[in-house]
């Protein structure tokens, strides 16, 4: 397991790579989804940092302080560099490439409707006005392999 500042720099290199950049929100969602998807697709999940369910959808509080300076602006280019070593195996980062792939060009809005849908793992814990409600590991992960049962039995290519 990695970290999810180490997932985040990852998905940061991989859309720098594509020419993506993405904002606070869009890195905070998307290393949330891909932690999601890595359950049923790689067997575990990404990080062991704590997931909340906030007004706005899970967050993971590590990655939001580490990110909010940016507000709503991307995170600078400047700040990433593409060659550098991650640290992270290749069946990972190649994992990550198709989230990326996939996720990367949707909004920070987008992104947070997607995590908002009746039946996720944050609508099944967020309560208003409540602060720092955990979303657990096995509700993520209990969530998105039914998502990938449900995508193969409408035969799907790829679930992500």
Known sequence: MYTAIAIADA???LAKKRGLSLTPMQVNKISYI???WAFPILGKGLFNDRVEAWKYGPVIP????????Y???????????VDAPPGIDQKT???????????????GERLSTLT????????????????????PDYMISQYYKEAMNEHRSRGAVSAI
Do not use: C
């Open 11 to 13: 998905i940061l290199r």
């Open 34 to 36: 891909a932690h999601g």
């Open 62 to 69: 590590t990655l939001y302080h580490a990110t909010k300076a």
């Open 71 to 81: 507000g709503r602006r991307p995170v600078p280019h400047d700040k990433i560099e």
């Open 93 to 107: 980062l190649d994992f990550l490439d198709d989230v990326v792939a996939k996720y990367g060009h949707l909004s």
């Open 116 to 135: 908002h849908e009746p039946g996720t793992p944050w609508d099944q814990t967020y309560q208003p006005r409540v602060m720092n409600l955990q979303i």
